[in-house]
């Protein structure tokens, strides 16, 4: 473990040289960020300005579950912005050297890079938690704040998860860059609360598609109430999600035609 976070730290130190080459980009796009998420707020501000609630949701509530997901898509970004890269690897043949180092491999083009554009999105939704919660009229508990941050991780290892396992596909399909952006597309729709569908699909996304751990439900622990059960099922999928993603890449590995060949 020390020697895998000896390396983590060269990564993040190499991304922060990287970054200060360019210091006025740098701090421009973490204003950029900053800026986007004003401008998806006063979108909320107009909704609530004509009625109290949306689905059972509040004005508050909404930041909350809008915060949520920019904390949580800001430490995936931040943390696994190399796994972008995993395509043009396969197709530049770069990724014959990650096989042959001697570390394991999913580490490598997974934390490769650190993203410090995000810094600007995180702490500014982390502020909208605060002000979501000061809003809505809710005073929630150790347990409920417990659930929340527990769920808060789960949601961030379920979302790299599935963003690994769409880089994978690069391995076979190799032009895969513009999959991301179907990870975006993911959070465009975890953005609103669950309780907009119907039951059918609320169950889906529940049970089947678990959709609804990406922001609903650790929202829901804080402005909804404590629920140990979506708890454990939330724990459950992101170990599952990330046992899968595992599975996945060491299987496209056995399967990978390096460049050479």
């Known amino acids: 473990m020390g020697r895998y976070w000896r390396i983590y730290r060269t990564f993040f130190v190499s991304s922060l040289a990287r970054e200060l080459e360019f210091r006025a980009n740098f701090f421009a796009k ?10 998806f707020l006063l979108i909320v501000l107009v909704i609530y300005r004509n009625t109290d ?3 059972g949701w509040n004005r508050g509530d909404a930041f909350v579950l809008a915060a949520t997901c920019f904390v949580m ?13 995993i395509p043009e690897q396969v197709r530049r043949g770069t990724l014959d050297f990650v096989i042959t180092k001697p570390v ?16 600007g999105t995180l702490f500014a939704g982390i502020a909208m938690v605060w002000i979501g919660v000061s ?11 417990f659930a929340y941050v527990v769920l808060l991780l789960a949601a961030t290892l379920l979302f790299y998860a599935f963003n690994m396992a769409l880089m994978t596909l690069g391995i076979w399909l190799v032009r895969v860059d513009n999959l991301w952006v179907l990870g975006e597309t993911v959070m465009q729709v975890a953005r609103y609360p669950l309780d907009i569908y119907s039951t059918g699909l609320q169950r ?37 999600a990330l046992l899968f993603s595992r599975w996945f890449w060491n299987f496209a590995l056995r399967h990978y035609s390096s460049a050479s060949s």
Not at 30 to 39: D, L, R
């Open 204 to 240: 889906m996304f529940t049970y089947f598609v678990p959709l609804a751990f990406l922001a609903t439900v650790p929202s829901s622990q804080l402005v909804k109430g404590y629920n140990a059960g979506m708890l454990g099922l939330g724990v459950a999928w992101s170990l599952a």
């Open 135 to 145: 809003t809505s009229g809710v005073h929630p508990g150790a347990a409920q704040w």
């Open 30 to 39: 973490i204003a950029q960020n900053v800026v986007w998420i004003g401008f």
């Open 104 to 119: 394991d491999t999913q580490f490598w083009v997974s934390t490769r890079k650190f993203n410090f554009d995000q810094i």
């Open 73 to 85: 898509n800001a430490i995936v970004s931040a943390l696994f912005m190399s796994l972008q890269e």
């Open 53 to 55: 609630s949306v689905a």
